[in-house]
């Protein structure tokens, strides 16, 4: 399947959509099938569903280099290689070269990016949680940062919505901290991991764990078919993309339905570098775009605009839209870049098991154990407020195990399974902090003139102190469950790791404290809505990209609302 990216510019369309990933995505499939006729802007280049995941079918030793990162990619992707898994030769074409797209540090930011239509939905871990009521009320309970505009109950039915069209596998809890959600079929525990659990909840009453909650048909329906899905091959192949469109994107599902309404039209290398703002009406007239290939600029007009270009991409447009009245962005709270929060992680132990040794698994099942919070909510936690959960897996150990020897016996260990191991890692929250913001550079541009985002960042003593509990708990547990040669790690946290970068353009109560109101729009600009990571006011504990799809598909069906009113 093709899309529409021929249109001329100066057709007249609806609404412009800024980005394609999770959100741009869901914004473009809402607004289309609503009836608007829908502009996407996106910066990269084009990627097509199937025909363009270039690695998707090939062989570890069908690789050049064995999949390793080459020099050349150490050279120019030296930032994407931060997390240690990211650029390699299955997956560098899919995020930045950072010798073309800089960015300032003032403490060490990793900001892992993908540049090209879907962006990051093609590579993310597709791990869904919803937030809880408790994390809607955090803030103003814990009187810190300020409070969501909108509760649970608020963003429920639009959680339901969501997971029915993503097609969410996952288990019923009845966990007031985690919301169960709509949910496939969910994927099996493996032998070790119903051990491990079993042993966890016979200990602590509080604690539970549980099939991870992710984005994987498993069990299809027929909107979902009728797209072009199918069940997950178990290949675990993910982040090259699905060629089966088994787990969630862009690509998959929200851009082939928005497609099928005619409304859709996708310009690649269309970067947006501001709105386009008129003092006199109060409201963005347009965005002004930088064509990636030519460096020609232009403006591109529409009724409304959602700004779904991720966290600090949404963040960095409104700060770059000027006005007479508006001489620093469109912000009267001073919230505008502040409050940058990520998930903090490389925290937790590992361990082995000399059971079931004559059981194996199943293919390659893309999916791992959960370990929702507990930390204050049913156990008190030592020295902070929030907490963390877990996602590991338990797998027998393969032939690439590090093992000494030589001769035939080392041959027969090589040719057979090693024990199980079981490996947890926490997901701590982090606070909103003032402090921890982005800006843009005053001297450095980019190579299309745009000034560079300066990143000031840095996970403070409240994660620190949750960290430790994280790394003991974790060994606690496998110790409990019989786990043998159990280790422990606590790496240097930095923001950005996570990938999920959150805040700087938040939602609140007022003009006064944040950025947005409680349907996502601009309060400088109402016919501006912005639904991806920047407006997260707090960031809970679980993955976030359930959340942004749901303010997303609520934002939009509000916008048409307003749109039908005459308001916008």
């Known amino acids: 399947m093709s899309f529409n990216i021929n249109t001329p510019p100066d057709n007249q369309y609806d609404a412009i959509v800024v980005g394609s990933g999770i959100s741009g995505g869901w914004a473009a499939k809402e607004l289309c099938e609503k009836g608007l006729k829908v502009l996407v802007l996106e910066r990269g280049r084009q990627i097509r569903h199937v025909t363009d995941y270039s690695t998707a079918n090939t062989a570890p030793w069908q690789f050049k280099h064995l999949n390793r990162s080459t020099v050349e990619m150490r050279e120019r992707q030296f930032k994407q290689l931060r997390t240690g898994y990211t650029v390699r030769e299955e997956t560098s074409h899919l995020f930045v070269d950072d010798v073309d797209h800089p960015y300032e540090e003032i403490k060490r930011f990793d900001w892992m990016r993908g540049y090209h239509t879907g962006g990051r939905s093609i590579t993310w ?48 809890e009845n966990l007031p901290n985690l ?260 800006y843009l550079s005053k001297d450095k541009k980019d190579k299309w003139g745009l000034p560079q985002l300066v990143a000031d960042a840095m996970f403070r003593d409240n994660e620190r102190q949750m960290r430790k509990q994280m790394m003991t708990d974790a060994a606690e547990m496998l110790e409990a469950a019989g786990a043998k040669n159990i280790s422990t790690r606590n790496d240097e946290p930095w923001i950005g790791l996570g990938i999920h970068e959150m805040g700087t353009a938040r939602m609140g109560t007022s003009v006064k404290n944040s950025v947005l109101n409680k349907h996502n729009q601009l309060w400088a600009a109402p016919n501006v809505f912005c639904t991806d990571g920047a407006a997260m006011t707090s960031a809970g504990c679980q993955n976030p990209s359930l959340t942004y799809m749901a303010l997303t598909a609520r934002a939009a069906d509000y916008a048409v609302s307003e749109m039908k009113k005459g308001n916008l």
């Open 179 to 438: 919301p169960d959600g709509e949910f496939q079929p969910p994927m099996e525990l493996t032998c070790v991991e119903k051990d491990v659990k079993s042993s966890i909840e016979q200990k602590w009453s509080g604690r539970k764990l549980i099939i991870g909650r992710a984005a994987h048909l498993t069990e299809p329906t027929e909107e979902q078919t009728e797209l072009g899905r199918a069940s997950c091959q178990y290949r675990n192949m993910c982040s090259r993309g699905c060629p089966y469109g088994a787990y969630f994107s862009s690509q998959a599902a929200t851009l082939p339905a928005a497609q099928r309404t005619g409304n859709l039209t996708i310009r690649n290398h269309a970067i947006v570098a501001s709105l386009v703002y008129d003092d006199a009406k109060g409201r963005a007239t347009g965005v002004r775009i930088v064509d990636e290939l030519t460096g020609k600029t232009e403006e591109v007009s529409a009724r409304i605009i959602f700004l779904c270009a991720s966290a600090l991409g949404s963040t960095g447009i409104i700060m770059n839209t000027e006005s007479k009245r508006y001489t620093g962005g469109l912000d009267e709270s001073d919230s505008l870049g502040h409050y940058l929060m990520d998930h903090h992680l490389g925290v937790g132990a590992s361990g082995t098991f000399d059971t079931h040794r004559d059981k194996i698994t199943f293919g390659r099942r893309p999916n791992g154990f959960y370990i929702p919070r507990y930390r204050n909510v049913t156990e008190p936690g030592a020295g902070y407020i929030r907490g963390f959960g877990y996602q590991g897996g338990g797998m027998r150990q393969g032939w690439s195990r590090n093992i000494p020897g030589w001769g035939t016996d080392f041959k027969k260990q090589l040719t057979s399974f090693g024990p199980w191991n079981v490996g947890m890692g926490g997901f701590g929250e982090c606070l909103p902090y003032y402090e921890n913001k982005v």
């Open 125 to 172: 871990g597709k791990q869904s949680y919803r937030l809880s009521p408790m994390d809607f009320t955090a803030n103003e309970r814990d009187g810190i940062a300020t409070p969501w505009p909108i509760s649970y109950e608020d963003l429920a039915p639009w959680y339901s919505y969501v997971e029915r069209f993503v097609g969410v596998s996952g288990s019923v």
